[in-house]
């Protein structure tokens, strides 16, 4: 949904705890429709247990700290960084060339799609990848490679430098017109450039008991995560009680990212977000909050917001989801697929 720079990672509606949860996401819903934001590798579905899949999962799970990629040992002459989306995307082909003429690494990518074979070719453009057309606008733009914080920072510790960063970056004209993740990327990894082409591959699935619609290439995860969270629920009844409180899980839906005009990694099918039957008093979502007290509403109390239970968090991440609970501007019920920030997180000492 929103993500942010290195530096700041990534409805008009009544307060949470006043409205059924039905009726508070739907506003949520068709607010953000109206204002107009790690895959699976792409793979045979024989491949799931294959051994560049089984080397992802263990990067992330951390029994494989190495960070290299296996299948590629002239890593020093790749731009640094190359290495994380080689390790997040297995089967898909990575060529990088030096262009001396545009000083930038040319990056070719070979994405397997069933049973052809489907060419994009970017411009590294300091771990953009942008086409050679937009490499004008690389000031636009995003890294997509940012520091996913590994700990949930206490509001309370934000200094005040902090706040005034979170307000400006947090404002409806800078989320329309400042920079932002590109999304040229997951355009040909996932074929979602558009409606039509992403819709080709938005398939119905169940997770935890509830029907929703992702992208195909992330169902595997979905239910390696669902089978996660089940036998953690015999153990933990944190884990349970989120089970069993869970209300509605949503998946693919085409819009932007609210006050932007870039997509929604829900538009991709890559975004699930989990609504809970009820949630009290607590604040689910940061604009929610804001409507109510726009100043200081990046200083709500971890305590007063509703967030899944640490060991839902740790099997989303540990399968490459990362969590919008840890940006600034904060998405508690949102999980978005990114493996390459989960290895890039864990790659650091």
Not at 237 to 247: G, H, K, M, W
């Amino acid at each position: 949904m929103k993500t942010a720079s290195d530096t700041l990672a990534s409805t008009m509606c009544k307060p949470p705890g006043t409205m059924k949860p039905f009726a508070a996401y739907f506003i949520f819903i068709l607010v953000a429709s109206m204002s107009r934001l790690y895959s699976m590798p792409v793979f045979d579905k024989t491949d799931i247990n294959g051994q560049k899949t089984q080397a992802l999962q263990e990067k992330l799970s951390g029994q494989n700290k190495a960070t290299l990629s296996s299948h590629n040992k002239k890593t020093q002459s790749l731009p640094d960084g190359l290495e994380i989306f080689m390790d997040a995307y297995p089967d898909i082909s990575f060529t990088a060339e030096y262009d001396d003429d545009l000083s930038d690494w040319k990056i070719t990518l070979k994405i397997p799609e069933n049973q052809t074979m489907s060419t994009a070719e970017f411009y590294w453009a300091d771990g953009s990848f942008l086409p050679r057309e937009h490499l004008g606008d690389k000031q636009k733009h995003w890294t997509l490679l940012y520091n996913y914080a590994k700990e949930l920072k206490d509001p309370s510790t934000y200094t005040q430098e902090e706040i005034e960063r979170i307000r400006l970056f947090s404002s409806a004209d800078n989320r329309q017109n400042g920079s932002g993740t590109p999304q040229y990327f997951f355009d040909a990894v996932y074929d979602c450039k558009t409606r039509g082409a992403v819709e080709r591959h938005i398939k119905k699935t169940s997770f935890l008991g509830k029907i929703l619609n992702v992208h195909e290439k992330i169902i595997p995860v979905l239910k390696k995560i669902e089978s996660e969270i089940n036998e953690a629920s015999q153990t933990d009844n944190a884990v349970q009680a989120f089970i069993d409180d869970l209300y509605q899980a949503d998946g693919y839906l085409w819009r932007n990212i609210r006050d932007s005009n870039r997509k929604s990694f829900h538009a991709m099918g890559l975004a699930v977000d989990v609504l809970p039957k009820r949630w009290g008093h607590k604040i689910i979502y940061w604009n929610w909050q804001a409507q109510h007290d726009p100043q200081n509403w990046m200083l709500t109390p971890l305590s007063e917001r509703w967030m899944p239970p640490d060991g839902v968090i740790k099997i989303f991440e540990d399968n490459g989801f990362i969590w919008g609970g840890k940006w600034p501007i904060w998405d508690n019920m949102h999980f978005e697929y990114r493996p390459e920030l989960i290895l890039y997180q864990r790659s650091k000492k």
